[in-house]
């Protein structure tokens, strides 16, 4: 009896291992197709400084350009396709690369940047099938409040005699640039 049961197990064995090998490699996690990464995390909140912005595809090399769709939350990016100046399209390079500058607002916080792009998939026969969009959330930049690069004291009067013992009133201004 122990004969019996051996073989429909065998047969199952081998039936699993075939199916198993027959299925398609699983996905690619979404983090390992777009990286986003940045030259500076901390970019002053002036309204001028900017952070040059790489998103990075993994694609074969030498496939043609995809355009990659770059979205702020805060700051405006240069060629921005948008009436607010916060979304721009990008072609990749050859190494499926899609660079952007970003120029910081003056509100200081957090920026939430997201990168998206679409692959049109050809089926096996040659025909088109219905695009895949891909999309990656990123809030590792951050906008803050810069230090001034100078201080200046005015007084008014001109002179401050720090001598003298009679009292005088002194307005001081502090000036940042």
Known sequence: MK????????????????????????PTPLQDLIKIT??????PADGLSEAKITVQLKVPKGKKPIKVTLSTTK??????????????EVLTDSDGSAYFTLISSTDP????????FEIKPISPSGESLEAIRYRQVSELLVFVLSCPTSIRMEADPGVVDIAATATSDTTLKLKTY
Request: glycine share 4%.
């Open 3 to 26: 004969h019996v049961y051996s073989i429909p197990i065998l047969i199952l064995l081998f039936v699993s291992v075939f199916v198993c090998s027959c299925v398609p490699n699983p």
């Open 38 to 43: 940045f030259d500076n995390k901390l970019v």
């Open 75 to 88: 700051g405006t990016l240069l060629n921005a396709t948008d009436e607010k100046k916060q979304t721009a």
């Open 109 to 116: 916080g957090v920026v939430k940047l997201t990168a998206e």
